[in-house]
């Protein structure tokens, strides 16, 4: 069986050695050594000035949210994980979907003015599988319209773009440790600004609005993350840069075994150092892509329809059809991805997709 991604595992060896240092400290979480750790080893390696190790990626989106005290309409993205429409709705902001830019499947730059209005109070966009959004025209809009930016980067991490990694981009870039990520914890989100004002807000957010044991700064949440998950990331830091190698290797054996005169893949932009994450294609239509899928499947490969459907049609939001987005959320398919897939997988996929698609 070939499934879209597998987690990548550390040697248990060395997650026992962290398991140990948790059995001699007894402190199983309430910001503990080991996620202090984490936390200082993912700036060096990134290059942020503050960086908070939350419980998953959504509640990085609900605590960047209400640190920027966003409300009213915010301006987002169809074509996304449903956590960065969730995440807006559940915090009381009205989602205001503008549709793709058809080559790199990014929030298009050039239709949000016509989209803001006196209820703006932000832009929150999705790095869609890694590939960063225009965000020197996002930036250049939010400064002529004082918005707040957040940047969903839970696809981006390790990505640079223009010599800075990517998540130092806005007001607030949040990144997802899910198990299925390029670099996880296995549970676990992390939220990034260089901003010291709003960092402080965020620090205690994310623990009950703590000022000590007896008083508060303000309103917080349980956002904090384990002992347990930061050894787990401590574990898999170190291979990070040899996953994304073994990741472009893939990519590059589909790239070379793809018909890419049958189907297409997303616009990388320049000056992007790209992490491999995923390997997105879009099929010429919605009924190539389920005749490939189903001939996968009946292989016991499982590629991944990912973004299905588009977000501005979920039950929770009014609905709005959103042209680019709408159509691309048909046609896209992530195919399997994952450090030790073997080229003769990849043969065998490639070989499965380029005769049904003939």
Request: hydrophobic share 40%; charged share 20%.
């Amino acid at each position: 069986m070939i499934p879209v991604t597998k987690s990548f595992l550390p040697p248990i060896d060395d997650y026992i050695e962290y398991l140990k240092k948790i059995w001699e400290s007894n402190q199983l979480t309430n910001n503990g050594a080991l996620v202090k750790e984490l936390e200082a080893k993912m700036k060096d390696y990134l290059g942020v000035k503050h960086l908070f190790f939350v419980s998953n990626g959504t509640i990085a989106l609900q605590i960047a949210i209400k640190a920027l005290g966003l409300n009213g309409e915010v301006i987002s993205t169809p074509f996304s994980y449903v956590a960065t429409t969730s995440s807006l709705v559940w915090e009381g902001c009205v989602p205001v979907f503008v549709d793709i830019a058809p080559d790199t499947l990014c929030l298009d730059p050039d239709l949000i003015e016509s989209a803001i209005t006196a209820r703006t109070s932000a832009i929150m966009a999705t790095h869609v599988y890694g590939i960063p959004c225009d965000v020197d025209k996002i930036q250049s809009i939010a400064k002529k319209h004082q918005l707040k930016v957040i940047y969903d980067a839970a696809h981006a991490f390790g990505v640079k773009y223009q010599g800075a990694s990517l998540v130092s981009y806005g007001d607030i870039s949040t990144l997802s440790f899910h198990a299925t990520k390029l670099f996880h914890t296995g549970e676990g989100g992390a939220v990034i600004t260089d901003d010291d004002e709003l960092a402080h807000r965020i620090s205690y957010m994310r623990n009950f609005g703590h000022k000590g044991q007896e008083d508060f700064w303000g309103l917080g949440i349980n956002g904090k993350n384990s002992e347990f998950h930061a050894a787990m990331g401590l574990c898999n830091l170190p291979y990070v840069e040899e996953i994304i190698r073994s990741r472009k290797r893939i990519c590059d054996w589909y790239d070379e075994l793809l018909d890419l005169s049958l189907i297409r893949k997303p616009r990388i932009p320049a000056a992007t150092q790209y992490n491999y994450a995923y390997y997105p294609v879009l099929f010429q239509s919605e009924e190539s892509l389920l005749k490939v899928k189903q001939k996968l499947n009946e292989e016991e490969i499982y590629p991944r329809r990912y973004f299905y459907p588009s977000l501005c049609h979920l039950p929770y939001v009014t609905h709005q059809f959103k042209e680019v987005s709408d159509n691309y959320a048909k046609r896209v398919a992530c195919l399997p991805l994952y450090p030790d897939l073997r080229y003769g997988d990849v043969q065998r996929i490639a070989h499965i997709i380029n005769l049904n698609l003939l």
